[in-house]
Every structure is written in C-alpha cells, then in structure tokens.
Nanobody, 127 residues
Framework: QMQLVESGGGLVQSGGSLRLSCEASGFTLDYYGIGWFRQAPGKEREGVSC????????DYADSVQGRFTISRDNAKNTVHLQMNNLKPEDTAVYYC????????????????????WGQGTQVTVSS
C-alpha cells in the first residue's frame, strides 16, 4: 500500500522554525515529484513548495519564498520542508503529495496530478 506520512508539525512562536518530514512507504520516491500543500481554516488548499524526482528543480509559492526550503533524501525515501521565520499566516494543516515525474514548470500544484496524499500535520504559529 502506497502511503505518505507527514511529521514535524507543532506549535511555534512567530519567527520560529519547524522542519516537516514526508516519509513514503510501500513505494519508492525515486520517480516522484513531491509537493507540499497547506490548508488554513476557511481557506482553500494551496501549493507551498515542490521538488522534482532528482531534486534538481524546486518551486516555492511567493508567500514562503526565502523562508522555506524543500529537500529530499531518496535513500531514506523522505522529503523535508524546512520552515524558518514562521508567521501566524503560515498556520495550517500541511500535506505532502506525490506525483510521478511531478513538479515541473506549468504544473507545479495541480492537485489532480498528485496520486498519493498524506494525512496532514498541523502547524500553528502564535503571534
């Protein structure tokens, strides 16, 4: 069974940092682009960052550019999202998702293309 499990969420003060992890089981991430999405209460889910299968290409939403860094360790079948200088508006449930050969120009965050989703991890940033 193909699964993604997120971890690393929690409560942090404004300006703090968290590192989210997305670990795959039941399949190898070698051929998959990974996207991070988030959904705040009362808002639609939005794409935050993605990384292609080799790690050579990444993308960030304007709202997190310069504060978040996505990386992957294919040997550990894991993708990380380092989040620095967190702001209250970053509060949301964060999801990772996998799309085969995903994360490329013009198709970074099309949710329909992501076939495997994690259950989400809560990130809360207090002011």
């Amino acid at each position: 069974q193909m699964q993604l499990v997120e971890s690393g969420g929690g409560l942090v003060q404004s300006g703090g940092s968290l590192r989210l992890s997305c670990e795959a089981s039941g399949f190898t991430l070698d051929y998959y682009g990974i996207g991070w999405f988030r959904q705040a209460p009362g808002k639609e889910r939005e794409g935050v960052s993605c990384i292609n299968s080799s790690g050579a290409s990444t993308d960030y939403a304007d709202s997190v550019q310069g504060r978040f860094t996505i990386s992957r360790d294919n040997a550990k079948n894991t993708v990380h999202l380092q989040m620095n200088n967190l702001k209250p508006e970053d509060t949301a449930v964060y999801y990772c998702a996998a799309e085969i050969w995903g994360c490329y120009s013009g198709n970074y965050y099309q949710e329909a293309g992501y076939s495997v989703w994690g259950q989400g991890t809560q990130v809360t940033v207090s002011s």
